[in-house]
């Protein structure tokens, strides 16, 4: 087992989590991470598996209730593991049925959903496209029956302007934001900041600064 | 949706702050690694201090099988310094990122293993309360052109009780800030475009419709007469 690595794969995990969890947009899906996750899971699994029948099959012995203590205590950090996955691939889609127009309607969004998601995203399209069509969509004038239509607003985009608490991981120095008047702000190593989210978007990607 | 918050709640800080680590000292044998993934956590012996992740060193404690040696920063000398020094300036002193889901914990499952107890734990509240009250004088200095609020010192508890208020806060001073100046907007078929004061009547669009909604409310009444008419007609036989 390599330790030195494992370190890194479940905080990098936690902090993967955490920005999706305070970002209006999504992330590109963190396939090398959640393999190593699983793959983790699936060794132990089979670890319990296999000690509940020992377990079973031998009644009454001393070591019984210690391989029952092992068990249990591996069956925790499995249920843990299971319980951060499970949140960060609900809140993905979350977020895609929220904006599914925006999303198929966006190659570079589209890419940062895996394989699985993107199936999810056709299936639910199709289901909501017929929906629509079948409650009122028809009955509506032809000009008025499109639901991808972004000029008369119809697409819900994510809103870049939301306020998100975020963390800085390197000194930046003095950086200007551009609004409607610009600000300059000195961004140092390990200050925190609740700021527009489109301001540090671009800080994120290379993990100059995390979302928290 | 739950699941799309933008914050954490207390059991969700709770859970992150089982993976910080900890030292007890067990009083069972265990001769096996334990094999997680963030580490192997070596095998166990009676009175040999080993560290641990928190929610494995609560687990244990619940069952008895060790004593949990209690953090530097929750002993009476440390608490009682840190107090001092937060009445005795404005800005925030630095405390654990966990330090109140810890000491939570730690009282609720750990209480003999601390010195002190009741001591202690009036300290943390007392320093809670004093932080609130900081926290609450620091909100009041948000203008309306304030365009971010730092927060280095804050746990990770009383950022995420903050957040709703101030993300929505900053986000609505945003809104009215850039009220004025122009912001793309989807194009709505003859209005103007960075005009916020639409009349909505004025559109030709809407005055073509106008007939179809009367016939339809037409057809309403008649389906509804004719179903009263009936009505009434099988309540006579």
Same mark, same amino acid.
């Not at chain 2, 009282?107 to 300290?123: C, G, M, Q, S, Y």
């Given at each position: ?127 909501? #496209? ?19 239509? #972004? ?62 | ?18 993976? $910080? ?64 020094? $937060? ?151």
């Amino acid at each position: 087992m390599e330790t030195t690595n494992n370190i890194t794969v479940l905080s990098s995990f936690i902090q993967a989590w955490t920005n999706e969890k305070n970002s209006p947009e999504i992330f590109p899906y963190e396939t090398d991470l959640i393999t190593e996750i699983r793959n983790h899971i699936n060794t132990q699994q089979q670890i319990i598996d296999k000690n509940l029948e020992q377990i079973k099959e031998e009644e009454t012995n001393n070591n019984d209730s210690q391989l029952m203590f092992l068990t249990n205590i591996m069956l925790m950090e499995v249920e843990r593991l299971n319980y951060l996955l499970r949140s960060y691939l609900r809140m993905r889609l979350d977020k895609i049925e929220k904006y599914p127009v925006y999303i198929l309607k966006n190659q570079q969004v589209r890419e940062s959903l895996s394989k699985e998601e993107q199936q999810f995203l056709a299936g639910y399209f199709k289901l909501f #496209e017929k929906h629509m069509k079948n409650s009122f969509l028809e009955k509506l004038p032809k000009p008025l029956q499109k639901i991808d239509d #972004e000029e008369e607003g119809m697409v819900a985009k994510p809103d870049v302007n939301n306020y998100v608490a975020c963390k800085i991981n390197e000194d930046l120095g003095e950086v200007q934001f551009l609004e409607a008047d610009t600000f300059n702000l000195t961004l140092k190593k390990d200050d925190s900041y609740i700021i527009n989210y489109d301001h540090i978007k671009p800080f994120i990607q290379s993990n100059k600064v995390s979302l928290i | 949706m739950y699941n799309l918050q933008n914050n954490f709640n207390p059991q969700e800080t709770e859970f992150l702050s089982g993976d $910080e680590p900890i030292k007890i000292i067990p009083n069972f044998t265990l001769n096996q690694k334990l094999v997680f993934l963030n580490g192997e956590y070596g095998p166990f012996q009676p009175s040999i201090p080993i560290e641990v992740p928190l929610w494995l060193a609560l687990t244990l404690r619940r069952q008895e099988k060790c004593q949990i040696t209690i953090p530097v920063w929750l002993s009476v000398e440390f608490l009682q310094d840190i107090l001092k020094e $937060e009445k005795s300036r404005k800005k925030l002193s630095k405390l654990h990122p966990y330090f109140s889901e810890i000491s939570a914990q730690l009282f609720e499952h750990a209480p003999n293993d601390i010195n002190d107890f009741e001591k202690v734990r009036t300290l943390v509240e007392d320093i809670w309360n004093v932080r609130a009250s900081k926290i609450r004088e620091g909100i009041k200095d948000i203008t309306n052109t304030t365009y971010c609020l730092s927060i280095s010192d804050l746990t990770v508890m009383e950022r995420e009780l903050l957040k709703p208020y101030a993300t929505s806060a900053l986000k609505n001073i945003w809104l009215i800030f850039n009220s004025g100046k122009p912001i793309k907007r989807p194009n709505f078929p003859n209005q103007p475009e960075t005009n916020t004061n639409t009349k909505i009547g004025t559109n030709t669009n809407t005055i073509e419709e106008e007939p179809l909604i009367e016939k339809e409310q037409e057809t309403t009444k008649r389906t509804l007469r004719k179903f009263t008419t009936e009505d009434m007609e099988t309540e006579q036989n």
